[in-house]
């Protein structure tokens, strides 16, 4: 852990969900609505050509039936995504990371999980890496405990040094996740992490036992095709820079549909109420709660 991040973690809270919020509206326990999305700088060294800005970021949470949320700090590049050759360098379908370089990216985002995890829950949670995937000089690692409640962190490195990172515990009263259908998958949609010139959207979730490849269509970027391995997704992708406020507008994350590839090669269209669990109202309504200033 290096010492820029572990100021920004200390800096850092849990969201609570208000106890006026009515967290039973989601009757499959799972659907957790992260909203993590970067304020103004906070106070740092000034930094070099090559330092990272330094964002303190809080998540906003929607209706998740118990669930409570424990969060990274969010460190982004100035400029990584910002036009040009860095834009064009990000690729719609990932590549395979393997051997050190992706032994290195997973260790950080493990350690990075694991302090995090201890520092806004108090507790230890066996987090692993699920996916590794990469997209030009970026790798993203999502971790999970594995467990039928499903702790998670997603982090996300350029050449090597880890840039931004989110995730989500579970609470006291939450429920264990409800199996995931054959040909189907189950996700929270909303993870994103914003500076004043781009922002970067993530998705992760759970996938059937007949689906080998995932595919989003996004608002920003057209078809993006996840990672699928071990019956878990994830997939992202750099966005306009956005506000707390345009957030809540949409509780979609950028996500206009997905399409699962089985086994047999045949396509099966999940809507956006089967990947979430929420119903076309709950989609349709402006996310609240949380402890996220604008």
């Known amino acids: 852990m290096n010492d820029t991040l572990d100021h920004a973690l200390r800096d850092f809270d849990p969201a609570v969900t208000p106890a006026d919020l009515d967290t039973n509206i989601d009757p499959k326990a799972r659907a957790l609505l992260a909203r993590v999305v970067a304020t103004d700088p906070m106070e740092a060294p000034v930094p070099t050509t090559s330092s990272p800005r330094l964002l303190t970021t809080r998540r906003l949470t929607a209706v998740g039936a118990g669930v409570a949320v424990g969060i990274t700090a969010a460190l982004l590049l100035p400029g990584v995504f910002g036009g040009g050759s860095a834009m064009a360098a990000w690729t719609a379908t990932p590549h395979t990371v393997s051997g050190d370089r992706a032994a290195d990216a997973q260790e950080k985002c493990l350690d990075n999980a694991r302090d995090t995890a201890k520092r806004t829950t108090g507790r230890e949670l066996g987090f692993r890496p699920v996916v590794t995937e990469g997209r030009g000089p970026w790798t993203l690692v999502y971790v999970n405990d594995d467990s039928s409640y499903l702790a998670e962190i997603t982090c996300l490195l350029h050449d090597g040094d880890l840039v ?131």
């Not at 996938?207 to 391995?229: F, N, R």
């Not at 707390?244 to 047999?264: C, F, H, M, N, W």
């Open 164 to 294: 931004g990172s989110h995730g989500s515990t579970p609470g006291p009263d939450a429920q264990p996740l409800p199996p995931v259908p054959a040909e189907s998958a189950r996700a929270a949609l909303g993870a994103v992490m914003s500076t004043s010139e781009e922002s970067v959207r993530t998705v992760t979730g759970r996938v059937g036992e007949d689906v080998v490849g995932l595919e989003l269509s996004t608002e920003a970027k057209g078809s993006v095709t996840a990672t699928v391995t071990g019956g878990y997704f994830a997939a992202w992708w750099p966005d306009a820079p956005t506000t707390e406020q345009r957030e809540r507008v949409s509780p979609r994350g950028g996500v206009k549909s997905v399409t699962a590839i089985l086994q047999d090669g045949s396509r099966h269209s999940v809507s956006l109420e089967e990947l979430t669990g929420w119903t076309s109202a709950q989609l349709n309504t402006s996310a609240t709660g949380g402890s996220t200033r604008d």
